[in-house]
């Protein structure tokens, strides 16, 4: 079943902790992006990439790392969290035959609480 | 800049009806695709229907349709014979060549209940 799976679904941390979230796709897509959902903010991205070992910031990146080192994978790190990265968040991706008309299909979300 | 604006912030239908849920769009781009998603409350983003710029026909996916005025630049979702399981916020986004970092740009959303 082509799918975006993340883990993990729900994580409660303490602040300082470092964590990373994985993301991983089965569809051979170029493109995967991270983006988190606050409300009265919609849906922001975070990074995103291109292809393996391209990555580049989005509109929210303070905070966070990311690495492409496969094709399937493309993982978030939290450094150091810290209670305003509280949020949704979403991994996504897309072929890159047309940018801007390719679908991008999303992971389940992962629920972070940060204490 | 693109902006999206999705002018309905609740709407009820009964099951079995059919109902139109607003998007409207504004962008420079000339090529950009338009997506719509669902939101249920366990929280996953689930595609459902997709419309291209250069696209002729309204896209369908089963009990969903896109009507698509590009003169108007709308894009509104229809889903025929609604369901209870249709219960979900419903989101419009836009994806063109100007967007920073290829990202989808989102409205703010559409909670649909559907009542029995």
């Known amino acids: 079943e082509a799918q975006v799976t993340q883990n993990p679904r729900y994580l409660i941390t303490v602040t300082g902790k470092k964590l990373t979230v994985t993301c991983s796709q089965n569809?051979?897509?170029?493109?995967m992006s991270w983006y988190r959902q606050d409300p009265g903010l919609g849906l922001r991205q975070i990074y995103y990439?291109?292809?393996?070992?391209?990555?580049d910031k989005g509109d929210v990146p303070e905070g966070y790392k990311v690495s492409r080192k496969e094709k399937r994978n493309f993982p978030l790190i939290l450094e150091s969290p810290s209670p305003n990265q509280t949020s949704l968040y979403f991994c996504?991706?897309?072929?890159?035959?047309?940018?801007?008309?390719?679908?991008?299909?999303f992971g389940p979300g992962t629920r972070l609480t940060v204490l | 800049a693109q902006k999206i604006t999705q002018t309905q912030p609740g709407m009820f239908v009964q099951e079995k009806e059919a109902v139109t849920l607003d998007c409207t769009y504004d962008?420079?781009?000339?090529?950009?695709?338009l997506f719509w998603y669902k939101q249920p409350s366990s929280g996953e983003m689930i595609f459902l229907i997709y419309?291209?710029?250069?696209?002729?026909q309204n896209a369908t996916e089963g009990r969903y349709s896109l009507n698509f005025q590009k003169a108007r630049k709308s894009a509104n979702l229809v889903i025929s014979a609604s369901q209870l399981g249709d219960s979900a916020m419903y989101f419009c986004?836009?994806?063109?060549?100007?967007?920073?970092?290829?990202?989808?740009?989102f409205g703010k959303g559409t909670s649909l209940l559907v009542t029995p």
């Open positions: 996504a991706s897309s072929l890159l035959r047309g940018a801007s008309t390719d679908t991008q299909y």
């Open positions: 569809m051979n897509h170029e493109y």
């Open positions: 990439s291109m292809n393996v070992e391209v990555t």
């Open positions: 962008t420079s781009d000339q090529s950009y695709g």
């Open positions: 419309q291209g710029s250069y696209d002729e």
């Open positions: 986004a836009m994806r063109g060549n100007s967007n920073s970092g290829y990202a989808l740009n």
